[in-house]
């Protein structure tokens, strides 16, 4: 008897030990979030999802969980279709990644699940395989459509070519595919239509929208022997075109092969992006394993430690870091091929970002390259007005480029020429001529020493140590004016000066002149210093290439001849490394915190991911990188 009352009470004591360690690890799995368990009672299993727990209902009919297994194979072969074909292609191609960790993640979730529903004890993750996936491929889907986005300029630039012209024939019109043009031929381009090829005007006069080609945001008046771009828009005059260019020798598709290029070159961000994106899968299947054989040591089952090492290799996926780098390339390649910078070479564009000087040519860059008026000096009673006015109608009838530019300082004024009686040229002298009456010349310094004038004054000998061209106007034999004439400084060039100053950049001029021209440009521009007949840099820019854009000497290519756009692409490349730099850190500053989340170590705090709520995140990190990405276009 006493032994059987000692059995007894030993039996109770274990049974009170079991029901104490049933209670205890009920208790320690209340804290994560899923709250799966399975109990067999009189042959009945009973389903408590974290899913189902979350919406507050639960799906339970006689063979339900055959259902479901049925349903979930169904979304795990053809949901998971794309994750699983991606994980083939990685393996094949020795470079996991992204689609590895996915594959990996619900592999490991169905086959598992599978086995419990033949007979392994454990829990079953169909509910949170089936959300997985789902979530996945929304995410998916919406990294293709800010990928398809990012790279559409490429498509809106070949839709503004028009598909038909009107084709000038033995006088008549006949409309024509573009496709069948070729160099020769002469089209009608009326108000309004867009100008189907590249070609040259050879009758009419017109303005032309060219801001989705060029990025000049004001209409480009066109005339006789003026370039024009297909795809640009005419504007309220008709101008028959002569073809220049047609295929894959226009503007347009020169423009559209760089870019191309460009977005599909690696920079070395994207090279170490790559890397770290290798890295980052090495370590999330590595984590996953030392995961699950932690918990298994630590004394949890094995669908509590498989929960924790799949919701580690979905969280870790390298999406983002993989897109980090790449979609900010698509962004700001179409972006300044939209605004006219047309980038050949990737990595010099990246190196633009650091460059600490500019050097300009100067003729047709910080100057105009045509000859102007930039000084009057009256040398007697008469004013500048009336000097320009009495030397300019003089040159009025000249073709000589000194005679041009003085002539066209006289329409710049918005004055009426005077009129001319008696007009000789003076060939080696200059020009004379009657004007009320009176003899006037203008003519050169050797002029006037030939004729033993002798002129001996200040500003005019300094207008000369500047390498200026200097013509005096002479009223009979004495000199009454001078006015000096150079190539013309750009107003945008000290708008360009002044915003690469701004942006800690020095600015430097390189000319084939002699350095007293280049001492006058320099100074009035305020540039930092001048070189004269060096050629040396570490990014070549061609600005102003116009229509030829397969500049073969440059990396990059300024459509415009605006020297405004080398200060936009040096700020372009910023921006584009800042945005990279950005993508980059929040996508391994994600996986860094995320990772330890999943994994669980603060689990005794009660905080712990699921791997439905672990692939929001990852999907959440992804959208990000993406939304970013998109943001470059509002910042410049």
Same mark, same amino acid.
């Given at each position: 008897?006493?032994?059987?009352?000692?059995?007894?009470?030993?039996?109770r004591?274990?049974?009170e030990?079991?029901?104490?360690?049933?209670? !205890?690890?009920?208790?320690?799995?209340?804290?994560?979030p899923?709250?799966?368990?399975?109990?067999? !009672?009189?042959?009945?299993?009973?389903?408590?999802?974290?899913?189902?727990s979350?919406?507050?209902?639960?799906?339970?009919?006689?063979?339900?969980?055959?259902?479901?297994?049925?349903?979930?194979?169904?979304?795990?072969?053809?949901?998971?279709?794309?994750?699983?074909?991606?994980?083939?292609?990685?393996?094949?191609?020795?470079?996991?990644?992204?689609?590895?960790?996915?594959?990996?993640?619900?592999?490991?979730?169905?086959?598992?699940?599978?086995?419990?529903?033949?007979?392994?004890m454990?829990?079953?993750?169909?509910?949170? =395989?089936?959300?997985?996936?789902?979530?996945?491929?929304?995410? !998916?889907?919406?990294?293709?459509?800010?990928?398809?986005?990012?790279?559409?300029?490429?498509?809106?630039?070949?839709?503004?070519?028009?598909?038909?012209? !009107?084709?000038?024939?033995?006088?008549s019109?006949?409309?024509?595919?573009?496709?069948?043009l070729?160099?020769?031929?002469?089209?009608?381009?009326?108000?309004?239509?867009k100008?189907?090829?590249?070609?040259?005007?050879?009758?009419?006069?017109?303005?032309?929208?060219?801001?989705?080609?060029?990025?000049?945001?004001?209409?480009?008046?066109?005339?006789?022997?003026?370039?024009?771009?297909?795809g640009?828009?005419?504007?309220?005059?008709?101008?028959?075109?002569?073809?220049?260019?047609?295929g894959?020798?226009?503007?347009?598709?020169?423009?559209? *092969?760089?870019?191309?290029q460009?977005? *599909?070159?690696?920079?070395?961000?994207?090279?170490?992006?790559?890397?770290?994106?290798?890295?980052?899968?090495?370590?999330? =299947?590595?984590?996953?394993?030392?995961?699950?054989?932690?918990?298994?040591?630590?004394?949890r089952?094995?669908?509590?430690?498989?929960?924790r090492?799949?919701?580690?290799m979905?969280?870790?996926?390298?999406?983002?870091?993989?897109?980090?780098?790449?979609?900010?390339?698509?962004?700001?390649?179409?972006?300044?091929?939209?605004?006219?910078?047309?980038?050949?070479? #990737?990595?010099?564009?990246?190196?633009?970002?650091?460059?600490?000087a500019?050097?300009?040519?100067?003729?047709?860059?910080?100057?105009?390259?045509?000859?102007?008026i930039?000084?009057?000096?009256?040398?007697?009673?008469?004013d500048?007005?009336?000097?320009?006015?009495? &030397?300019?109608?003089?040159?009025?009838?000249?073709?000589?480029?000194?005679?041009?530019g003085?002539?066209?300082?006289?329409?710049?004024?918005?004055?009426?020429?005077?009129?001319?009686?008696?007009?000789?040229?003076?060939?080696?002298?200059?020009?004379?001529?009657?004007?009320?009456?009176?003899?006037?010349?203008?003519?050169?310094?050797?002029?006037?020493?030939?004729?033993?004038?002798?002129?001996?004054?200040?500003?005019?000998?300094?207008?000369?140590?500047?390498?200026?061209?200097?013509?005096?106007?002479?009223?009979? #034999?004495?000199?009454?004016?001078?006015?000096? =004439?150079?190539?013309?400084?750009?107003?945008?060039?000290?708008?360009?000066?002044?915003?690469?100053?701004?942006?800690?950049?020095?600015?430097?001029?390189?000319?084939?002149?002699?350095?007293?021209?280049?001492?006058?440009?320099?100074?009035?521009?305020?540039?930092?210093?001048?070189?004269?007949?060096?050629?040396?840099?570490?990014?070549?820019?061609?600005?102003?290439?116009?229509?030829?854009? &397969?500049? *073969?000497?440059?990396?990059?290519?300024l459509?415009?001849?605006?020297?405004?756009?080398?200060?936009?692409?040096?700020?372009?490349s910023?921006?584009?490394?800042?945005?990279?730099?950005?993508?980059?850190?929040?996508?391994?500053?994600?996986?860094?915190?995320?990772?330890?989340?999943?994994?669980?170590?603060?689990?005794?705090?009660?905080?712990?991911?699921?791997?439905?709520?672990?692939?929001?995140?990852m999907?959440?990190?992804?959208?990000?990188?993406?939304?970013?990405?998109?943001? =470059?276009?509002?910042?410049?």
């Amino acid at each position: 008897m006493e032994h059987k009352m000692h059995d007894m009470t030993e039996g109770r004591k274990m049974n009170e030990a079991a029901e104490e360690h049933k209670n !205890h690890d009920m208790s320690s799995r209340s804290v994560p979030p899923h709250k799966t368990h399975r109990d067999r !009672h009189e042959g009945h299993v009973t389903e408590d999802f974290f899913i189902q727990s979350i919406f507050r209902f639960k799906l339970e009919f006689p063979g339900s969980i055959s259902v479901l297994f049925l349903l979930s194979t169904f979304v795990y072969f053809y949901g998971g279709y794309p994750f699983l074909k991606g994980f083939f292609n990685e393996i094949r191609d020795r470079s996991p990644g992204m689609m590895t960790l996915i594959a990996t993640a619900i592999s490991a979730a169905y086959f598992y699940s599978s086995a419990v529903v033949f007979g392994l004890m454990g829990e079953i993750f169909f509910w949170e =395989l089936a959300t997985l996936i789902d979530i996945m491929l929304l995410g !998916h889907w919406i990294e293709m459509r800010s990928v398809m986005g990012a790279s559409r300029a490429l498509e809106e630039l070949a839709r503004i070519m028009p598909s038909e012209a !009107h084709l000038i024939r033995d006088g008549s019109i006949v409309d024509v595919r573009v496709e069948a043009l070729r160099p020769g031929d002469r089209v009608l381009v009326k108000p309004g239509e867009k100008i189907p090829v590249d070609g040259a005007v050879v009758e009419g006069e017109t303005s032309v929208n060219e801001s989705m080609l060029t990025g000049e945001s004001r209409p480009v008046a066109k005339e006789t022997g003026s370039n024009v771009i297909g795809g640009s828009i005419n504007g309220q005059g008709s101008v028959s075109v002569e073809v220049k260019r047609i295929g894959s020798e226009s503007y347009l598709s020169q423009v559209l *092969e760089l870019v191309r290029q460009a977005q *599909e070159s690696k920079s070395k961000t994207q090279d170490l992006a790559d890397r770290a994106a290798l890295w980052l899968t090495i370590i999330s =299947l590595s984590v996953g394993a030392i995961t699950l054989a932690a918990w298994l040591y630590l004394g949890r089952d094995l669908s509590f430690a498989m929960e924790r090492a799949v919701t580690v290799m979905v969280i870790s996926c390298p999406h983002a870091l993989g897109l980090a780098v790449p979609l900010v390339v698509a962004v700001s390649t179409s972006l300044a091929a939209k605004g006219g910078l047309l980038i050949r070479d #990737r990595s010099a564009f990246e190196r633009a970002r650091e460059l600490q000087a500019v050097v300009f040519d100067k003729t047709g860059t910080l100057t105009e390259g045509r000859f102007g008026i930039t000084d009057i000096v009256p040398l007697a009673e008469l004013d500048d007005s009336e000097v320009l006015r009495i &030397a300019a109608s003089l040159e009025a009838s000249s073709e000589h480029p000194i005679a041009t530019g003085i002539a066209s300082g006289l329409k710049e004024k918005g004055m009426k020429a005077a009129v001319i009686q008696e007009f000789k040229a003076i060939p080696g002298r200059g020009i004379e001529g009657l004007i009320d009456g009176k003899s006037w010349m203008v003519t050169s310094p050797g002029y006037l020493r030939e004729s033993g004038i002798d002129l001996n004054d200040d500003r005019v000998n300094r207008l000369a140590e500047q390498g200026k061209t200097v013509v005096f106007l002479l009223q009979g #034999r004495k000199p009454v004016g001078a006015i000096a =004439l150079a190539d013309i400084i750009r107003v945008e060039s000290r708008q360009a000066i002044e915003t690469l100053k701004s942006m800690n950049i020095r600015c430097m001029m390189l000319t084939g002149d002699n350095r007293f021209v280049a001492r006058w440009v320099a100074e009035d521009l305020g540039l930092d210093d001048f070189f004269a007949e060096v050629l040396q840099a570490d990014v070549g820019i061609a600005i102003g290439a116009g229509t030829d854009v &397969a500049v *073969e000497s440059a990396d990059i290519v300024l459509v415009r001849n605006d020297p405004r756009d080398v200060a936009n692409i040096v700020r372009l490349s910023r921006k584009t490394y800042a945005k990279m730099l950005q993508n980059l850190l929040w996508a391994t500053g994600y996986n860094a915190l995320a990772i330890p989340l999943a994994a669980g170590v603060l689990y005794s705090q009660g905080i712990m991911l699921s791997p439905a709520a672990g692939a929001i995140l990852m999907s959440a990190s992804t959208v990000i990188v993406a939304v970013n990405a998109r943001m =470059l276009k509002m910042q410049m």
